[in-house]
């Protein structure tokens, strides 16, 4: 009985030493799973013989070759060949970056090494075309541009469309290797690329995706097809660019419009008449008087009527700051309408003093665009107005001095308001997402606005400016610098119809003598 014993424990002693441990399956889906989580330590752990650096350059051919981001593999059956050989076939999905999936079968070696079944690894488990001397590779044909229209369809990306036009749209240039970075692999350093303005925010959409060839060698394993780019259409109508063209070219100094329409929000025209800078969307202002419109907004919010008699003194103090009318000008006893179409900064600075906190007009200003995120298409600096800390910067506020800064584009936005009664974000591509969001004026006050407004016209600081029938607007003479003689920005804000606009010239002078006339030449232009 005891001998039985032992030759039984010695049988199966022998039996536990020879027996081959797992199986096929087991060890080919341990080695897939690894691989789709890019576990090369595991992976390696599976191999009948120890990875070598081409092991790592192997799997770096889907990795850093073609881009892709991830690898997602699938089993399939597994063959016993004999002689402790099998295969695995497999299903492997990569997801190349920017150009979409490639889906690809292949197999997997398998045999016994020390009693355990290991892959028997060569560079065709990566793929099967590759054999340890070629390269994967992408080859990509994009499609033609798709074009950047105006409202009516027409192209304005060609270079028969003026610099305006041109500086609003971008230009196409080549790549960097900083630029196919930041795209994506599917793009190559000195390919055609968007550069400033609409070209630049809305590359992915006008270029669309190129067809792709993966390629072994000279072999190709497959096509990925592209897609065409989209269209993107811009608010402006031609038209009135071009009107708005004609009225700054001849100006020296550099001069910027902006036209809005009031029911939408949609930008019409935005013009410079000298490059570089973008003035109309980036200029960062002081807006002078014409921000009168927005402290009225305020005003008459806050009870003050358009027929109220208010005093327009020659000097005025509040807070110890001491306020002047310009060209030292006095109109005595004069209602608060005549004192906004005369401009009286000695009627504003008090009225707001005893009318007005420091939040009120901080909200009116927000509510009428200022400190809100401009989301147009291309950038554009966000207007500015904070909230003053003493009763002297409350007043300077009130006529758009202190801190306050603002843009062609914010100050239309402003008449915009008015002409419609909600302020509407603005934005110069239809339908891009805004995180601004409409917001209606008070009651009464857009209505009792217009009436000021349309004064400034009729007998106001620009009645002299030769503005067509129907015009409703605001001059600004917006002081800048330092030292005893200040230079001064020459604003004009209105609108006529369902149309507002802006108007800025730089180191202009007076509103109502340079800004207001450049706005009656644009509508007469109209």
């Known amino acids: ?43 390696k752990a599976e191999l009948a013989t120890p990875a070598t650096g081409e092991f790592d350059s192997a799997y770096a051919e889907l990795t850093k070759n073609l881009n892709a981001t991830a690898v997602s593999v699938k089993l399939g059956p597994i063959t016993e060949t004999g002689d402790d050989k099998a295969t695995a076939a497999y299903t492997a999905t990569a997801a190349l970056k920017n150009i979409g999936d490639w889906t690809y079968t292949g197999t997997l070696g398998l045999t016994v090494a020390d009693r355990h079944w290991k892959v028997d690894w060569a560079p065709a488990a990566v793929h099967p075309a590759l054999n340890g001397t070629n390269h994967l590779k992408l080859k990509t044909t994009w499609p033609a541009r798709a074009a950047v229209t105006d409202a009516g369809g027409s192209r304005i990306d060609g270079a028969d469309v003026g610099g305006s036009v041109q500086q609003l749209v971008g230009f196409l240039d080549k790549a960097t290797d900083k630029d196919v970075k930041k795209l994506g692999p599917a793009y190559r350093t000195g390919q055609a690329v968007g550069r400033g303005g609409l070209q630049e925010t809305f590359q992915k959409r006008l270029a669309g995706t190129p067809t792709t060839e993966v390629v072994a060698g000279d072999d190709s394993l497959a096509t990925i097809e592209g897609t065409e780019g989209k269209p993107l259409a ?53 807006p002078g008087s014409t921000f009168k419109t927005v402290t009225a907004a305020g005003l008459l919010a806050a009870g003050v009527s358009p027929s109220e008699q208010v005093s327009c003194p020659k000097d005025a103090n509040v807070g110890g700051l001491k306020i002047r009318n310009s060209d030292h000008a006095a109109y005595g006893n004069i209602s608060f309408l005549d004192s906004y179409a005369h401009s009286c900064n000695t009627t504003f600075a008090p009225l707001t003093q005893q009318h007005l906190s420091a939040k009120a007009l901080y909200d009116t200003a927000t509510a009428l665009g200022f400190n809100q995120p401009l989301n147009i298409g291309v950038p554009a600096t966000k ?35 008015i002409a419609d009664g909600s302020w509407r974000p603005p934005t110069l591509v239809p339908n891009l997402k805004q995180k601004a969001t409409k917001q209606a004026l008070p009651d009464g006050v857009a209505e009792q606005l217009r009436t000021m407004m349309r004064a400034v016209v009729t007998k106001g600081t620009a009645m002299a400016a030769g503005l067509p029938a129907d015009t409703y607007g605001k001059t600004g003479t917006a002081e800048f610098g330092a030292g005893p003689v200040l230079e001064s920005h020459a604003w004009f804000h209105g609108f006529r119809g369902d149309l507002a606009f802006a108007v800025v010239v730089e180191g202009g002078g007076g509103g109502g003598k340079i800004a207001a006339p450049v706005a009656a030449s644009f509508l007469h232009g109209l």
């Open 1 to 43: 009985m005891a001998v039985v014993l032992v030759a039984g424990a010695a049988g199966g002693g022998a039996y536990y030493l020879l027996h081959t441990r797992g199986t096929p399956q087991e060890t080919a889906q341990r080695f897939t799973a690894a691989w789709a989580k890019g576990d090369m330590t595991a992976m």
């Open 234 to 286: 811009t608010t402006l109508d031609l038209r009135v660019q071009q009107a708005a063209a004609n009225a700054v070219r001849d100006l020296e100094k550099p001069t910027s419009l902006v036209a809005v329409r009031p029911s939408s929000g949609e930008i019409l025209a935005v013009v410079n008449n000298q490059g570089g800078f973008n003035r109309a969307l980036d200029g960062r202002y002081a």
């Open 383 to 417: 207007a500015s107005m904070p909230r003053a800390t003493s009763d002297a910067e409350l007043a300077a506020e009130s006529f758009g001095q202190a801190k306050i800064i603002a843009s062609p584009l914010v100050m239309a936005s402003v008449a915009a308001a």
